[in-house]
Structure formats: structure tokens, C-alpha cells
């Protein structure tokens, strides 16, 4: 009985204090066009994705990109046989922000520690599931760094 005020006592909490998600598209009011891209195709597909979901393609407040992406995997531990038993995945990007003849650059760094598994495909899969995620949390990133511009 007491679980449900409390639900009901949130949900009114919530529907009228004004809460809104932080990653809201609605409320972006830029355009991004995206001048040069290199680096990693899974990572930049990803990106290059997510920025035409949360750009709006009507504003007139435009921001050019040009963007370069790395990945690195590296090898952080082997087994008695001198395999690879864990590695460390590093993505980097680099975003150069060209708004009214202002030059910015704003650097992002991901890495994950991941265990190998014996079926290589399901490895592959899992690699480029992470670069997904890593892509994903980048233009997260970048976003917020726009809607902090305008």
C-alpha cells in the first residue's frame, strides 16, 4: 500500500517539476555538417549516424566538423603459452569545430578491458560492438559540448 503512494507521489513528482532528459534531441537548434572524416570506418559509420539523428537540419546555427578517429587494441596480459589473454581497446577522436571562423579542437578518449574469448567471431562481434558504444559516447559527448555553445 505504501509502495503505491510512493510510485504515485514520484509520478506526480516528475510529470509537473519540469524534468526533461538530458540527451534530449528535441531541444538541439544546430545543424552539424561533417567537412572530412577519417579513421576507423566502424567508429566514424557510428558517429557519422548519430550526428544526422540529433542534427536539425533547418537551423540556421551551423557547425562544420572535421573529424579523425583511432583505435588501438593492445595486449595487456598472456597466458603461460604467451598468447593474449586480455586486451585493452583504446578509441580516440578528434573533433575540429569550425564555427564562424573559429577554430576548435576537442580530443575524447575511450578504453575497455576485455578478456579474449576462444571463438574468434564472437570476438570480432564483440570488438565492434564496443567501437559502436565508444562512437555513441563521443557524439553524447560532443553534443553537450554544442548545446553549451549556442
Excluded: W
Excluded at 505504501?2 to 537548434?29: D, E, H, M, R
Amino acid at each position: 500500500m505504501i509502495k503505491k503512494y510512493f510510485y504515485l507521489f514520484v509520478f506526480l513528482l516528475f510529470t509537473n517539476c519540469g524534468f526533461t532528459p538530458l540527451y534530449n534531441s528535441n531541444n538541439v537548434n544546430y545543424k552539424i555538417n561533417i567537412t572530412q572524416i577519417s579513421g576507423d570506418n566502424i567508429i566514424n559509420n557510428t558517429m557519422m549516424s548519430e550526428i544526422q539523428r540529433i542534427s536539425k537540419p533547418s537551423s540556421k546555427n551551423v557547425f562544420n566538423i572535421k573529424i579523425h578517429s583511432n583505435y588501438e587494441k593492445r595486449i595487456i596480459s598472456k597466458n603461460i603459452k604467451g598468447s593474449a589473454s586480455d586486451y585493452q581497446l583504446i578509441a580516440t577522436v578528434n573533433f575540429q569545430i569550425i564555427e564562424n571562423n573559429k577554430t576548435e579542437t576537442i580530443n575524447y578518449q575511450e578504453k575497455q578491458n576485455i578478456k579474449k574469448n576462444s571463438n574468434s567471431f564472437d570476438q570480432i562481434n564483440y570488438e565492434n560492438t564496443i567501437k559502436e558504444n565508444f562512437a555513441t559516447s563521443f557524439i553524447r559527448k560532443l553534443n553537450l559540448e554544442l548545446s553549451s555553445k549556442q
